[in-house]
């Protein structure tokens, strides 16, 4: 039998069609991995403040828990706030800038499925009309890219002007007005008329309610400079055990869990594009 002869017998052995199934189960693999949509998170104000990186970090804990590949950039370039509890994931861009730009757009395809970028104050209004510019709107419009807009809001009518401005920009994203009370804010509730007529400004807008964390809890996370879930796990940075208080990690596990209620009944997982984890201990 011929050399070829016998390499071609050799490549319908058994173990050569198991080896020939592994290449092709993983080239499907990688091409599925290729064509997953990116999924893009802006969280800003126009107001600083307001929390915002707050809700950054639950989001971040949240995509953790129920297994959702995620990156994230922090703006607020170059000291950062984010990266100082995500150091791993988070890398600290200048988003007015085009080649800071070029590291987060040009790399949506990357792999990972979720993309949360941390706007600093005052930047949510000249990110979105970046984003306009370079083309990322009419591509969000155009359902190649799932885009979702997490905008804070403070409790003055300044806020309820972003709302205005920010509207602007919606078509084809996802819009989340999030009322965050972790500074125990007061909503409008002396005219829920003139909030009602900014909010219904925006078509598929959707309202969403963070509770006020204990202060005391919130200022020892602060501390401590983790995740909230590696908090509530009596863990330190590098993941060893810490010596959490037993209350105050009591009090950020009920409050994380009522915030991951809120991103379940928006379904957020779906979203990214992921099933939503099962999860113990949310009383």
């Given at each position: 039998m011929s050399r070829s002869l016998t390499l071609l017998s050799?490549?319908?052995t058994p173990k050569a069609e198991q080896r020939r199934l592994r290449i092709l189960r993983t080239a499907q693999a990688s091409q599925e991995i290729s064509m997953v949509k990116p999924v893009v998170i802006?969280?800003?104000a126009?107001?600083?403040g307001v929390g915002k990186t707050t809700v950054s970090r639950t989001l971040l804990d949240y995509f953790r828990v129920n297994n959702v590949q995620t990156r994230a950039f922090d703006t607020e370039s170059p000291r950062g706030t984010l990266k100082r509890f995500y150091p791993e994931i988070t890398e600290i861009v200048d988003m007015t800038t085009t080649t800071d730009q070029m590291k987060i757009f040009d790399t949506l395809n990357a792999g990972l499925s979720v993309t949360v970028i941390d706007a600093r104050a005052g930047l949510l209004s000249s990110a979105l009309a970046s984003l306009r510019d370079i083309g990322f709107l009419d591509s969000a419009r155009a359902g190649q890219i799932t885009f979702a807009v997490f905008h804070i809001l403070g409790s003055s009518i300044a806020s309820l002007d972003e709302i205005a401005e920010t509207a602007t920009f919606m078509n084809g994203a996802k819009y989340?007005?999030?009322k965050n009370f972790i500074n125990d804010t007061q909503f409008f509730q002396w005219d829920q008329a003139t909030y009602n007529s900014y909010f219904h400004r925006i078509k598929h807008a959707t309202e969403l309610?963070?509770?006020k964390l204990n202060e005391m809890a919130y200022e020892q996370v602060e501390v401590a400079s983790v995740p909230f879930v590696d908090f509530v796990a009596n863990k330190g940075r590098n993941d060893e055990p810490a010596n959490?208080?037993?209350v105050l990690r009591g009090y950020?596990?009920?409050?994380?869990a009522n915030v991951w209620r809120e991103f379940d009944r928006i379904n957020l997982t779906e979203l990214a594009g992921a099933k939503a984890t099962a999860r113990a201990g949310e009383n």
């Open positions: 050799a490549m319908f802006v969280v800003g126009d107001k600083g989340y007005l999030v309610v963070i509770p959490n208080s037993f950020v596990r009920h409050w994380l």
